[in-house]
């Protein structure tokens, strides 16, 4: 029989009134750190990703297809074109929701390929103020096309013959 002072077995005396017991302080710890890790995880991923991005961007894999600032500048703008008339295609189906959104994909489908190329025609155009004008005012007509396409608004006109006349005589 053991007495109570033999220290070859170990008791396991009952915790202190008001005292958690030892499985109970292991299960908060255990929990708390599962906590933790998932809450670190689900903000620690984006955050990696947002710096990633944002300080080690990658390029296109491929160089642009045209080999000036010119020729890059008529490219995107004609490929605002095709968006433009892929988009009026599927306006001329249907004018419900569905096809608005029908027609916002259709639109940047046709857009996406060439304006994946954006920063290199900016690249090129670097050097000609003139030429970066260009390029702001395509730019801003591609994304005022994007929201036309959904709404058709009139007030596009005018910067699409803007940016028409800067294409026929500049470009």
């Excluded at 220290?7 to 710890?29: C, D, F, M, V, Y």
């Excluded at 297809?65 to 433009?84: H, K, M, N, Q, V």
Aim: hydrophobic letters at 35%; glycine letters at 6%; a neutral charge.
């Amino acid at each position: 029989m053991s007495s109570p002072t033999d220290l070859s077995s170990p008791s396991k005396a009952p915790p202190a009134p008001g005292q958690p017991s030892r499985e109970r302080k292991l299960g908060r710890r255990a929990g708390i750190a599962a906590y933790f890790l998932l809450v670190g995880y689900l903000g620690g991923v984006p955050a990696f990703q947002v710096v990633r991005e944002a300080f080690f961007p990658t390029p296109p894999t491929e160089p642009p297809p045209f080999t000036d600032c010119r020729s890059g500048l008529r490219a995107l703008y004609d490929a605002i074109e095709l968006g433009r008339e892929a988009a009026r295609e599927e306006h001329e189906r249907g004018s419900d929701d569905a096809d608005e959104e029908t027609a916002l994909a259709r639109y940047r489908a046709a857009v996406s390929p060439l304006w994946r190329y954006r920063d290199a025609v900016a690249n090129m155009c670097r050097l000609s103020p003139e030429h970066e004008g260009a390029l702001d005012a395509i730019e801003r007509l591609r994304y005022a096309e994007e929201h036309g396409v959904r709404s058709q608004a009139a007030e596009l006109s005018s910067l699409r013959r803007l940016v028409r006349r800067i294409v026929q005589q500049k470009l």
